[in-house]
T-cell receptor
Framework: AQTVTQSQPEMSVQEAETVTLSCTYDTSESNYYLFWYKQPPSRQMILVIRQEAYKQQNATENRFSVNFQKAAKSFSLKISDSQLGDTAMYFC??????????FGKGTRLHILP | GAVVSQHPSWVICKSGTSVKIECRSL??????MFWYRQFPKQSLMLMATSNEGSKATYEQGVEKDKFLINHASLTLSTLTVTSAHPEDSSFYIC?????????FGQGTRLTVV
């Protein structure tokens, strides 16, 4: 079975600091997509960043970057210069060959002023 | 990016009645859509895959007779919660894939009283 594990239920950091959210996954597939989604209090799912498994280069989107270690099946998210608006629930997710998205349990991130 | 619209955003219904939730892809066609359920402070759990023109496929443990899914066109999937009970109260989210990205509706908060 394909699983996504987020080991940090909750984290708090000061504004402007850098924070890393951990994620590991398990799959036997060789080609797949990995995502980090943000879910603010509105509960709208917002795509933060996406990584294609066949690409070795780590994806980057402005202040957000990932450390993708395919062999270790690890996909962590780094948020640099954190802002108050980054406060949200963050879900690591895996898309399999059937387009199904499997989510981790999430990490609740608090950015403190 | 593509837009997925979900309606209604929230609904309150009496126990024993049925409720229909619509999910529309506004600017792209989606042969496959997905329905998720999210309990408070928990992750998104995949309920079923909605396939245009054919029967939906349900995840293990999801009652197909309670959660009826219809995907009659390339832009519309509906989820009907039949004979709803308080334990069906939850947040329901649909998604559809466009290219290599999944787009999510804004979700429907269902409260059964």
């Amino acid at each position: 079975a394909q699983t996504v594990t987020q080991s940090q239920p909750e984290m708090s950091v000061q504004e402007a600091e850098t924070v890393t959210l951990s994620c590991t996954y398990d799959t036997s597939e060789s080609n797949y997509y990995l995502f980090w989604y943000k879910q603010p209090p509105s509960r709208q799912m917002i795509l933060v960043i996406r990584q294609e498994a066949y690409k070795q280069q780590n994806a980057t989107e402005n202040r957000f970057s990932v450390n993708f270690q395919k062999a270790a099946k690890s996909f962590s998210l780094k948020i640099s210069d954190s802002q108050l608006g980054d406060t949200a629930m963050y879900f690591c997710a895996f898309m399999n060959r059937d387009d199904k998205i499997i989510f981790g349990k999430g990490t609740r991130l608090h950015i403190l002023p | 990016g593509a837009v997925v619209s979900q309606h209604p955003s929230w609904v309150i219904c009496k126990s024993g009645t049925s409720v229909k939730i619509e999910c529309r892809s506004l600017d792209f066609q989606a042969t496959t859509m997905f329905w998720y359920r999210q309990f408070p402070k928990q992750s998104l759990m995949l309920m079923a895959t909605s396939n245009e023109g054919s029967k939906a496929t349900y995840e293990q443990g999801v009652e197909k007779d309670k959660f009826l899914i219809n995907h009659a066109s390339l832009t519309l999937s509906t989820l009907t919660v039949t004979s709803a009970h308080p334990e069906d109260s939850s947040f329901y989210i649909c998604s559809a894939r466009d290219g290599t990205e999944a787009f999510f509706g804004q979700g429907t908060r269902l409260t059964v009283v």
